[in-house]
């Protein structure tokens, strides 16, 4: 090897020992970047909304969406309206109260085995019900609240199906599935709504149930533990009104009925594919936190709201 040769392989190592041990100071002395954060997953304890009106008192929570001008009436006939919305709270203000409701001091004789008040004349009248959002379960057993396309929520409706033939009125249930639980599941539902109607009946009930801790929906009527049921109508649709009539009919019987069972009804937005009828209501019996008998129980008390009020 020459000098030249030799001269130009020492450069080479010098140049590449110089790499080396600047990538190893940089490594060194440059300040580490940090990793981004993730952001944590919403625990069951965000999962619904609060409501609280201008005291700080809390008046509802749900899973439902919630948004500016939803209008609330609870259990007392109070009528609150959503003012401002931020992430998971809310503040509602009084719209208007109507007369004190003395119905909540009556004391029922009924129970969730025990008979009502005795209709005077036959039934006649025929009920439809489906599920959009079919793969609703009730977790407090299993942790398990979605099973899609089999939920549990069939079982609640079955229930209420159960209830409504035992006092004459013919019931079609459909057992269809609307999943993925998403943004779609109405539009998908309202398949299964407009095959229904064809049967003209005297009401269609899109059966649910909500996400909110257990004791907002807890109920006990004559020693029987229950859940309780919110009725939902969409503000965003041409028979609203005619929908809230018949959502207060129903409220006002379970009252009579059940004093405590119907929780209030919650006027959202949105139209829940009730521009199609004017008896199209939601019912959300129970929460996901419950357990499935608790939710049947309730079932067939509404059972016999419904009966009772359809047959005025």
Known sequence: MDNTTRKYTWVFFLILISIMVAAYLLNIFASPQTKPKLSPAPSDEL???????????????TGLPVAIDDEYIDEHNIN????????????????????????????????VNSTVPVLAQPINSHVVIYHSHSDESYGYKSGITSKPG???????????????????????HSFNTHGPHDINAYHRSR?????????????????????????????????????RVMIVVGR?????????????????????????????????????????????????????TMSLDLAENAATCLGDVITHTIAR
């Open 47 to 61: 999962s619904y909304v609060t409501v609280r009106d201008s005291s700080g008192k809390v008046i509802l929570e």
């Open 80 to 111: 609150y309206v959503i003012t401002s919305v931020n992430g998971n709270n809310a503040l509602a203000c009084i719209k208007k109260s109507e007369s004190p409701d003395s119905r909540s001091s009556i004391k029922s004789d009924t129970g």
């Open 150 to 172: 089999d939920g549990q929520i069939y079982q609640v409706g079955s229930a209420l199906t159960e209830s409504l033939e035992k006092s004459g009125v013919s019931v079609t």
């Open 191 to 227: 398949r299964t709504a407009v095959q229904l109607l064809k049967e003209r009946p005297d009401a269609i009930f899109d059966i649910h149930r909500d996400s909110a801790p257990a004791e907002a929906y807890l109920d006990t009527i004559n020693g029987i533990n229950a859940a």
């Open 236 to 288: 965003s649709n041409p028979k609203q009104k005619t929908n809230l009539e018949f959502a207060r009919q129903i409220k006002d019987m379970g009252d009579k009925l059940y004093p405590g069972m119907m929780r209030g009804i919650y006027i959202g937005r949105g139209d829940y594919n009730q521009d199609l009828y004017p008896t199209a209501l939601i019912f959300e019996i129970g929460s996901d």
